[in-house]
């Protein structure tokens, strides 16, 4: 015979599969330990007569063992989607408890008047802020939100709902939450954090899946020695109370056109809404250049989804987030879809069809054949379908990025040479198409185009690539323009795949294994043959404190130098932490990128080393065109006297300039540049950013343009001066088929400010929007070459014509 076992503390109880975020089901393993722990704490939040509405296949119905083991009485509906009939035989008998999903419960309130007086456990999901303002005000019914994965036995946090905004509230006990930043370091209160999770309910791990099992259940380093966290990926952060607020997943953090954007951010954004009660953002697109945020929203009870949809919407969710976190569509549905547990299933959203969003303008169709042509170009970069001729560029989602992309085909398909400026003067189809036709007979486009040159002669140097090659023999070998990066790579991680995808990305790009050479003062760069890019792998594991450690080499690192005259312009190394947790150390010098180029140049890493890993053919389009090609291009378009007529505009614009602008200083400016210096952060209240969105759409001004009015006002009041020049630098792309490529882009615009007669901000305002604009639609001439034009005074204590820099990188709040 069998002996009997009796079950011990850290005995299976049970294995149970999720799918998670993931999709991919996993066994997860709980404890007889983990399963008592959670039990004994929650059991004060129930009544005697307890309805079980979720799904016996949910995690959550668990509870169900703490209600029969304590004596009270379990209610297990034989329809549960029969809610009306649920509802009365709640009344018939006497339940005073309900455990359900948050959408189960507001289909169950819905259904009919509830038993008073009601405790209501509801779990699974996030808690709609609808629902939660019902409930908060109803004195015969106590509800609290309970969350937790299930690799922790459900339930970890329990907060009453009460009060005006969802929250998951504080740990029940024997559990201990940490907020955590990417290096696993405690974030302040209000700082968005992954979660993670200690404490007697963390499960065993995952069945028959060590890797996955080590990549989720880490060390705790805030416990006693073989104490484990579980980290949760969900996004969260700390309120003033002391609740935790569930903001989305951090696997939902996406990055678009360089900027990383927490999708949960927008969809609690969304929230806020009057007019809305669920929404979920997601991001759609098959390339880089192509991805674009998707809101998916349900009208809130009372309101249809006229009352709260179209410009409306977009326009107030524009006072809360940047431009970049505003979704380019939003898609109505009846409700949102969920799994068989009651969650929502990610998968099952709609598809964008790419329609045309409801704005102001009605829908009319092009009517010539530039207007087609012109609308062809929208759809394709917007990917909507159709687009109407009196539709705004911007209203259907349009950016600065797409906006240099729209400028750039429309000039090559119709001949012309218009500036960046025209779309925002004209930014309809109607308005960009007459300004099409007003230039198609009167525009000289007759130089060459861009096109592939003989690698056979000494290729020469773009004017930007010269200026840094010119600030390098003046002092050789310094770091001052190395662009360093370091990108934490968590979980299991294939180095030989990332070493190939490198190697792959300098193969694709020239200008990463191009070197600069010096022949009698004239200088020009030659292209070295693609070889497999070196990875060295630093174990820095065993180190007593490997993040005081990855620190130091990352700094290091970013501190070595170039050597222009042998390259390479490119180099990387790994360091690894833990077995799943590293750190890649990517540098380029600057005569070889620039901003646009790092995106260009992780969004590839990321495509080939996906491809690698999964065993896909890991290939990217070819590149019509090389940075020598466009190097070679631009000394062309200059030597045939192209930019004669910009040369004239800013030898006009500048006329008479101060050159030096006289800042108060501290202590006296060194002969020659240190290069040394500090950053500086400080916050601007959010009222105040709302306050310079709003002043900025009343004067058709960008945020660029009216933080750079304030910042030249601020100057020349420190200055005691009212003639202001300030730098900025400009992304010079002018050819589709540059986007795609990594080099270096750049050029300097000089944007002049007159304070004379202490003139209104609206009027300085609007003085600085045509000055940049006038700049944009001149920004060719290369900086290097409007300084010898003019030929300010020379020396090595500072840079010559402008001193200061302004430059608006939109950051995510906090």
């Not at 959670?38 to 309805?51: E, I, K, P, R, T």
């Not at 998707?294 to 107030?316: C, E, K, M, N």
């Not at 007159?754 to 000055?771: A, K």
Request: net charge negative; proline share 8%.
């Amino acid at each position: 015979p069998t002996t009997p076992h009796t079950p011990q503390p850290h005995d299976l109880a049970y294995v149970i599969y999720t799918s998670g975020s993931t999709g991919q089901p996993k066994g997860v393993e709980i404890t007889h330990a983990n399963l008592t722990g959670a039990l004994n704490d929650l059991q004060q939040y129930f009544g005697s007569h307890v309805l079980l509405l979720a799904s016996l296949s949910f995690d959550a119905s668990w509870r169900a063992l703490g209600i029969l083991l304590t004596g009270g009485c379990l209610h297990v509906p034989e329809n549960r989607r029969d809610l009306p009939a649920v509802s009365r035989y709640m009344r018939e008998h006497g339940v005073d408890s309900v455990s359900c999903t948050p959408s189960q419960l507001a289909a169950l309130l819905a259904a009919g008047p509830a038993p008073s007086p009601l405790r209501i456990l509801a779990g699974g999901e996030p808690f709609p802020a609808a629902l939660w303002q019902q409930l908060a005000g109803q004195g015969d019914v106590t509800a609290f939100n309970l969350y937790g994965p299930t690799e922790c036995t459900v339930d970890v946090t329990v907060a009453p709902v009460q009060g005006v905004r969802p929250v998951i509230g504080k740990p029940i006990t024997n559990t201990r939450l940490y907020v955590l930043d990417a290096h696993q370091a405690l974030t302040p209160a209000g700082v968005p954090g992954e979660l993670y999770i200690g404490g007697a309910g963390v499960g065993r791990g995952y069945l028959n899946r060590p890797r996955l099992t080590a990549e989720r259940f880490v060390p705790d380093p805030f416990g006693e020695p073989g104490d484990r966290l579980y980290r949760t990926g969900d996004l969260v952060r700390y309120l003033p109370s002391g609740d935790l607020e569930f903001l989305g997943r951090v696997d939902n953090q996406v990055k678009i056109r360089g900027y990383r954007i927490e999708l949960g951010e927008i969809e609690a954004a969304l929230r806020k809404h009057t007019g809305v009660d669920q929404a979920v953002v997601i991001v759609h697109g098959d390339t880089p250049d192509a991805l674009r945020l998707i809101a998916y929203v349900t009208s809130a009870p009372g309101q249809t989804w006229q009352d709260s949809a179209g410009p409306q919407l977009r326009d107030d969710l524009a006072q809360l987030l940047p431009d970049h976190m505003v979704p380019s569509v939003i898609m109505a549905l009846d409700k949102l879809p969920v799994g068989p547990g009651g969650k929502l299933d990610r998968r099952a959203l709609p598809e964008p069809d790419g329609a045309r969003p409801e704005l102001d303008a009605a829908f009319q169709a092009p009517t010539n054949p530039t207007q087609e042509a012109i609308s062809a170009i929208w759809s394709e970069l917007l990917d909507i379908t159709p687009i109407g001729i009196h539709d705004d560029f911007f209203q259907l989602g349009g950016h600065s990025m797409l906006a240099i992309q729209v400028i750039s085909r429309v000039n090559e398909a119709f001949d012309t040479d218009m500036t960046l400026r025209v779309i925002f003067d004209s930014p309809t189809i109607t308005a960009l198409a007459e300004h099409v036709n007003s230039l198609t007979s009167t525009v000289d486009r007759t130089w060459e185009a861009l096109q592939p040159v003989p690698r056979t002669e000494q290729l020469p140097l773009s004017f930007a690539q010269q200026r840094l090659w010119f600030l390098d023999q003046l002092m050789p070998n310094n770091p001052f323009y190395n662009i360093p990066d370091a990108v934490r790579l968590n979980g299991a991680l294939e180095v030989d795949a990332l070493g190939a995808a490198l190697s792959g990305v300098v193969a694709r790009h020239e200008v990463l294994r191009t070197t600069l050479h010096d022949e009698a003062g004239r200088p020009w760069q030659s292209v070295s043959a693609p070889q497999p890019v070196d990875l060295p792998v630093t174990d820095i594991s065993a180190e007593p404190e490997p993040e005081s450690a990855a620190r130091r080499m990352v700094a290091a690192e970013a501190l070595t130098p170039f050597d222009l005259s042998t390259g390479p312009m490119f180099r990387a190394g790994l360091l690894r932490l833990a077995a799943d947790d590293h750190v890649l150390m990517v540098t380029m010098h600057h005569v070889a990128a620039d901003a646009w180029s790092r995106t260009v140049l992780f969004d590839e890493i990321q495509l080939l080393y996906t491809a690698l890993v999964e065993g896909r053919n890991a290939t990217l389009p070819d590149l019509p065109v090389q940075y020598a090609d466009f190097a070679a291009w631009q000394r062309r378009w200059f030597e045939d006297g192209k930019l004669s007529s910009q040369m004239e505009f800013w030898r006009a614009e500048l006329a008479d300039a101060p050159t030096i602008l006289q800042l108060p200083l501290d202590r006296p400016r060194p002969v020659i540049s240190s290069h040394r210096g500090a950053t500086t952060t400080f916050d601007i209240p959010h009222h105040t950013t709302t306050a310079l969105r709003t002043l900025g759409h009343e004067h058709n001004a960008t945020m660029f343009m009216v933080t750079l009015a304030a910042f030249h006002t601020v100057l020349a009041r420190y200055t005691a001066t009212n003639d202001v020049l300030i730098g900025t630098p400009i992304t010079a792309r002018p050819h589709p088929e540059l986007e795609p490529l990594i080099g270096l882009f750049l050029n300097t615009l000089i944007i002049r400010a007159d304070l004379t007669d202490n003139p209104t901000f609206t009027t300085h305002l609007r003085n600085v929007r045509t000055t940049a604009l006038n700049a944009y639609a001149h920004q060719d001439l290369p900086f290097d070459h409007l300084v010898e034009e003019l030929a300010p005074t020379r020396d090595l204590s500072h840079n010559p014509l402008v001193q200061i820099m302004f430059q608006l990188n939109t950051l995510n709040p906090p």
